[in-house]
């Protein structure tokens, strides 16, 4: 919320603003999203969260990006039930201990069961219980649903657009766009702290990235959290052959979400084991300020820790809020 007399951030950017922003010279823009990091963050901390995939593959709905479809043969996905509460548990330790300050659980479901939600609720209760953040994605909701999760204490839920409106059918085709915005509206209205961001890389113009950031700066309240994926092409999968994006355009991406965004953590979330240091380096200045962290994702890899804490001191980075550990 926004101090007496300050001004809150814009939620009426149009589309020809945006896209005049993706347009301006490297440095200018760099800059500019820079400029707006240090006036709402500290510019050297970094927030950590680590995933678990805590119910694994087998999902009906067609993501074209996504191994966990089972409409996807020949992916590399060991599917895996719903896990046990004291599994999960055990893994969000081992996360604490090494540094993490949240804990994000993903299920790959359309929309979760009753009695499944009910084990989820218990997740988060024990696993907030250990001081950690909880965040969980877990599809559609309903309502009642996210009053559940809010009533166990759940701090943010991940739900993502994805992509622009215009392109999201070439990419699902089995939910629409604004069941994902309904679904939004419900983890709001419930209290729970939103995360919400999309893909880069997956086949879509400028214009369409443009009009995705524009699309979550455009929401009633900004999302806390805005991952910012790049497309991690997975053998099995429709979008495994497409080429990866011009590095120099995720960075882009990542400087308009910022300035967009000013007061909201953009995470440089999936496709970080294809991105060399000095790329994401770029990313945390042009507003990156949080990262998923440990080795795996939900079913693909991420940077090995040894390598994310070289990295940070490197930098300078500090993990925020979770004392010395990089
Ligand atoms: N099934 C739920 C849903 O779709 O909302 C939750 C889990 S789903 C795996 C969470 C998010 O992971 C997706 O919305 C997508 O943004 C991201 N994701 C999945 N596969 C990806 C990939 N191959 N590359 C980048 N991001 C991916
Ligand atoms: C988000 O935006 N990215 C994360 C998290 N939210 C759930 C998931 C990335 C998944 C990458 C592919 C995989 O590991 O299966
Ligand atoms: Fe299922 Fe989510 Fe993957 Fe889509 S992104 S196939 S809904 S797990």
Same mark, same amino acid.
């Given at each position: 919320?926004?101090?007496?007399?300050?001004?809150?951030?814009?939620?009426?950017?149009?589309?020809?603003?945006?896209?005049?922003?993706?347009?301006?010279?490297?440095?200018?823009? !760099?800059?500019?999203?820079?400029?707006?990091?240090?006036?709402?963050?500290?510019?050297?901390?970094?927030?950590?969260?680590?995933?678990?995939?805590?119910?694994?593959?087998?999902?009906?709905?067609?993501?074209?990006?996504? @191994?966990?479809?089972?409409?996807?043969? *020949?992916?590399?996905?060991?599917?895996?039930? !719903?896990?046990?509460?004291?599994?999960?548990?055990?893994?969000?330790?081992?996360?604490?201990?090494?540094?993490?300050?949240?804990?994000?659980?993903?299920?790959?479901?359309?929309?979760?069961?009753?009695?499944?939600?009910?084990?989820?609720?218990?997740?988060?209760?024990?696993?907030?219980?250990?001081?950690?953040?909880?965040?969980?994605?877990?599809?559609? =909701?309903?309502?009642?649903?996210?009053?559940? !999760?809010?009533?166990?204490?759940?701090?943010?839920?991940?739900?993502?657009?994805?992509?622009? @409106?215009?392109?999201?059918?070439?990419?699902?085709?089995?939910?629409?766009?604004?069941?994902?915005?309904?679904?939004?509206?419900?983890?709001?209205?419930?209290?729970?702290?939103?995360?919400?961001?999309?893909?880069?890389?997956?086949?879509?113009?400028?214009?369409?990235?443009?009009?995705?950031?524009?699309?979550?700066?455009? =929401?009633?309240?900004?999302?806390?959290?805005?991952?910012?994926?790049?497309?991690?092409?997975?053998?099995?999968?429709? =979008?495994?052959?497409?080429?990866?994006?011009?590095?120099?355009?995720?960075?882009?991406?990542?400087?308009?979400?910022?300035?967009?965004?000013?007061?909201?953590?953009?995470?440089?979330?999936?496709?970080?084991?294809?991105?060399?240091?000095?790329?994401?380096?770029?990313?945390?200045?042009?507003?990156?300020?949080?990262?998923?962290?440990?080795?795996?994702?939900?079913?693909? *890899?991420?940077?090995?820790? *040894?390598?994310?804490?070289?990295?940070?001191?490197?930098?300078?980075?500090? @993990?925020?809020?979770?004392?010395?550990?990089?």
């Amino acid at each position: 919320m926004s101090a007496p007399g300050e001004a809150g951030p814009r939620h009426d950017w149009t589309r020809a603003e945006v896209e005049a922003l993706y347009a301006l010279p490297f440095n200018d823009l !760099l800059h500019r999203a820079h400029t707006v990091h240090r006036a709402h963050h500290d510019p050297n901390a970094v927030q950590v969260s680590t995933l678990l995939s805590i119910k694994t593959g087998g999902c009906p709905e067609d993501c074209a990006y996504c @191994p966990q479809s089972a409409r996807h043969r *020949g992916t590399p996905v060991e599917p895996a039930p !719903l896990m046990e509460v004291e599994a999960v548990v055990a893994a969000a330790e081992r996360a604490r201990a090494a540094g993490a300050t949240r804990f994000c659980m993903g299920a790959a479901w359309r929309s979760p069961r009753a009695r499944d939600l009910e084990r989820v609720c218990e997740m988060v209760r024990r696993v907030k219980a250990l001081g950690l953040e909880t965040c969980v994605t877990l599809g559609m =909701l309903t309502r009642a649903q996210a009053e559940r !999760l809010a009533e166990a204490g759940l701090d943010y839920y991940n739900h993502n657009i994805d992509t622009s @409106p215009d392109f999201y059918p070439e990419i699902i085709s089995t939910r629409r766009f604004e069941e994902r915005l309904e679904t939004l509206e419900h983890v709001r209205a419930a209290g729970i702290r939103v995360c919400c961001g999309g893909i880069i890389g997956m086949g879509e113009s400028r214009a369409q990235r443009a009009e995705m950031l524009r699309v979550l700066a455009s =929401l009633p309240r900004h999302p806390e959290s805005v991952p910012i994926n790049q497309l991690v092409r997975v053998p099995g999968t429709p =979008l495994a052959d497409l080429p990866p994006p011009d590095p120099f355009e995720l960075v882009r991406t990542i400087a308009v979400a910022r300035i967009l965004m000013p007061r909201s953590m953009v995470r440089l979330s999936a496709g970080r084991t294809e991105m060399s240091d000095e790329l994401q380096a770029l990313c945390f200045h042009a507003g990156a300020n949080s990262i998923f962290y440990g080795e795996r994702l939900l079913t693909t *890899g991420n940077p090995d820790t *040894g390598h994310d804490r070289a990295l940070f001191r490197r930098l300078g980075l500090r @993990p925020l809020g979770a004392g010395t550990h990089a």
